[in-house]
């Protein structure tokens, strides 16, 4: 018996072994040669010398430019995540609770952008937003404008690009978040007096909440290291702090300032992670933990 027990232990372990050699091999090591290549010393000529130095760091934190681009990032990615929380909701709220033979479909259109590159997306955008693109040229011709809207190369036209670009993402985790709701628990509360707004504050709201902070994260996370969209709507004039490690390690060729940039930003995310897990074990927003 102990014989058996003991194989059936071992054969669980030897599953979850490719997956661990898989996270070691293609996370930790790699984790560990950037963190090391931040701490080295740049040197044009041989791009780094095995020399310990935090001036990487000390340079980030203290250059008013980086300073910049960091908050801008951040705010970047603030503004796009509640914007996506206020246009998601209602979307995912009316997948869940008003379905019908059009469901399917709008559930086909929302998913469809995921299918895409973010360059597709970004050349996409560039038609629609440039000055003699369609829609200036068809506010134009409606009359409502005179001279074209500059949305191209602005940070406005970048956060329209990355809300549609990461919209789905909320979506799809508020709507699972809704599935789980019981609409008679609604009903019940409808049924003791309480008003349909009333309702969605007290129960619908409260209990979807896990799905907002979900999409939350991979929103602000995923437009904080976005380059791509910002890279070619922004035409370079909106730098974040993924392109600007891009731009460190491709065009300055300064490898160790990039990791250094890079490190910032992984510890950012992981902080991100950190909080939005004690949220969710929040009694605020149904995890049943402490408050």
């Known amino acids: 018996m102990k014989t058996a027990m003991k194989a059936t232990n071992l054969s669980k372990h030897m599953m979850v072994l490719p997956g661990i050699l898989y996270l070691v091999v293609f996370f930790v090591i790699p984790l560990f040669y950037l963190l ?6 740049y040197n044009p000529n041989t791009l780094y010398e095995a020399v310990f130095t935090v001036e990487n760091y000390k340079k980030f934190f203290e250059t008013a430019y980086y300073q910049k681009v960091f908050i801008e990032s951040f705010e970047m990615a603030f503004i796009v ?48 937003l440039a000055d003699t693109g369609v829609v200036n040229t068809e506010l134009m011709r409606l009359g409502i404008i005179q001279t074209p809207i500059k949305i ?23 709507r699972n978040v809704l599935y789980t709701v019981d609409k008679y628990t609604e009903e019940a509360a409808m049924t003791l007096g309480a008003s349909p707004f009333k309702t969605f504050v007290r ?44 731009r460190e390690a491709q065009v300055n060729i300064n490898w160790p300032m990039a990791s250094a940039m890079a490190f910032v930003l992984l ?20 995890g049943g933990g402490r408050k």
Do not use: D, H
């Open 203 to 246: 129960i619908t709201l409260p209990l979807s909440m896990s799905g907002i902070a979900s999409g939350t994260l991979l929103v602000f996370v995923g437009v904080l290291s976005a380059f791509v969209i910002p890279g070619l709507i922004g035409g370079g004039k909106i730098n974040t702090l993924a392109s600007i490690i891009i």
């Open 81 to 128: 995540s509640i914007l996506a929380i206020i246009m998601a909701y209602p979307v995912a709220y009316y997948l869940v609770r008003r379905r019908n033979r059009f469901t399917p479909v709008l559930s086909s259109i929302i998913y469809l952008p995921l299918l895409a590159s973010s360059v597709v997306v970004s050349f996409g955008w560039m038609i629609l």
């Open 36 to 41: 090391r290549y931040s701490f080295y010393k």
């Open 267 to 286: 510890v950012v995310a992981s902080i991100a992670v950190y909080l939005q897990n004690k949220a969710l074990e929040s009694r605020f927003i149904g």
């Open 152 to 174: 191209m190369y602005t940070k406005t036209g970048v956060v329209i690009a990355l809300l549609q670009a990461y919209l789905p993402f909320m979506i799809v985790c508020i």
